[in-house]
């Protein structure tokens, strides 16, 4: 029976054979640290430690990363047939006790006390500034996919009155199926071309006081400033009710109530908007329950009044199987 070469094993020994490369790991199992924190916690010179982290690299103990204009060491993991873990939690044991590495692992908790200690005292001088920092830095759409990826992903939402498809071509990443229905050829021609490449929107031509969806065949609904271009809202909202699913969702936004005529004619408004009362009793007569409204301010720049967002659910048995006791007949 052939053994291996000891060359391997002699080198991870040799490369673990000094107190400082075992500090350094130490240090670093713990936490990925930079060469100025090894530095301050060590209490080594710069050269020093550098030193043994090439040799430490070189083996293989520690790999590093770059953050900015800093490199971050961490400890790697261990050869593949687990010579250089094993080598590693024996070195390790042999080195609890020493008085060294305590000390080096309390200035090792202080320095990372300091590191929270620096967010922490910029989030507290940030805070005033904060939405128009972070704005700045990432912009604004980051928050809209995020909300976005708490919805169902296999669900089918409508959206009525779909216009140009901004609502559809925006939900359709996150969703199983989207469907859009308008009136409007011409709005389901731009519908058509911003869904483009999104297998899963459906546009259909069809009126708002009879869907061309099946009934009980959507999860979620959506009416977003459509509501006030109707003549009647009651047969609107019925059928709204009438395509989802027991438990499925209901979303509406639209104007809140104003007195402004000249902008209402302006846009062709039906309605001067809703008052949240209103719109309560309205999806409760069209059969929906768990209503809830809420009035939107309007944004800095927004020319238009002020909107209402509401929500309501069509009532019906819980797709979840009933827990039965003990001895209870299957039903």
């Known amino acids: 029976m052939t053994s291996r070469p000891p060359t391997p094993l002699l080198s991870l020994m040799e490369s673990l054979a000094d107190p400082t490369r075992l500090r350094l790991l130490r240090l670093l199992e713990r936490q990925e640290l930079g060469v100025a924190e090894l530095v301050q916690v060590t209490q080594l010179p710069q050269s ?3 030193r043994h982290l090439k040799v430490l690299a070189d083996r293989g103990w520690v790999r590093s990363r770059s953050q900015g204009t800093t490199n971050l060491y961490g400890m790697a993991s261990g050869n593949g047939d687990g010579t250089a873990r094993k080598l590693w939690l ?19 908790s202080r ?24 704005e700045e830095m990432y912009g604004r759409a980051f928050a809209l996919p995020a909300l976005l990826g708490l919805l169902p992903a296999d669900w089918t939402v409508a959206d009525l009155g779909c216009g140009t498809g901004w609502a559809a071509a925006t939900l359709a ?27 899963n929107v459906e546009l259909r031509k069809g009126g708002l006081q009879a869907l061309p969806i099946d009934g009980g065949s959507c ?14 809202p009651a047969p609107v909202l019925g059928e709204m ?19 402004r005529e000249d902008f209402r004619r302006q846009m062709g408004q039906e309605h001067p908007g809703f008052e949240p009362q209103d719109l309560t009793r309205l999806l409760g007569e069209a059969g929906l329950s768990a209503v809830r409204c809420l009035e939107l301010p309007p944004e800095t720049e927004a020319k238009g009044p002020a909107l209402v967002l509401a929500t309501a659910t069509r009532p019906g048995p819980s797709s979840a199987t009933p827990l039965r006791h003990k001895g209870e007949p299957n039903p």
């Open 219 to 232: 999860d979620g609904a959506l009416l977003l400033l459509v509501l006030a271009y109707v003549a009647e």
């Open 90 to 108: 024996l070195a390790r044991e042999q080195t609890e006790e020493w008085a060294t590495v305590h000390q080096d692992q309390l200035r090792l």
């Open 241 to 259: 009710a009438r395509i989802l699913k027991p438990g499925g969702r209901a979303v509406i936004v639209d104007l809140l109530r104003h007195d």
């Open 48 to 50: 020093t430690v550098s």
């Open 111 to 134: 320095c990372l006390s300091r590191r929270h200690g620096s967010s922490q005292a910029f989030f507290a001088g940030a805070a005033s500034r904060w939405d128009r920092l972070r």
């Open 173 to 199: 990443p996150h969703l199983g199926r989207v469907i859009g229905v308008d009136l409007s050829p011409a709005m389901l021609k731009a519908a058509a071309r911003r869904t483009q490449g999104l297998p």
